[in-house]
């Protein structure tokens, strides 16, 4: 995925159920949704065919049903997702952006171990 795409909202929740649900149906979807957002069969569909456009989902037709499946895998939207925020708003830094998350004391002591070890990792090159 482009880094530069920028996902909607809407299109996040299509997403989720997509990779969920793969191959699924515009009603499949609608349904998965219907609580959360309220969104009719045609909002759904239209919105996915806008998805298939901009590269984000594909189709298959099977007799009378359009299948959708992503194009794009939930870590490369996270990935486009992390470095826009970082782009908008540590200018491109990410030490700045791990300092602000680092600062935030919502990590637990598993994940700091986790992380350093991860930073150990790309020290030694592995």
Known sequence: MDARRELTEGE????????????????????????STAWTYSTV???MDRMVVKGLLETERVR???????????????????LRTAQRAFNGAFSPLVEFLLDQDKLSKEELEHLERLIRQKQDGS
């Open 12 to 35: 996040w929740a299509i997403l989720e159920v997509v990779w969920g649900k793969q191959p699924c149906a515009a009603g499949d979807v609608q349904e998965a949704l219907e609580k």
């Open 45 to 47: 569909k239209t919105m």
């Open 64 to 82: 009378n049903l359009m299948l959708y499946r992503p194009v794009i895998t939930r870590p490369q939207a996270q990935g486009g997702e992390l």
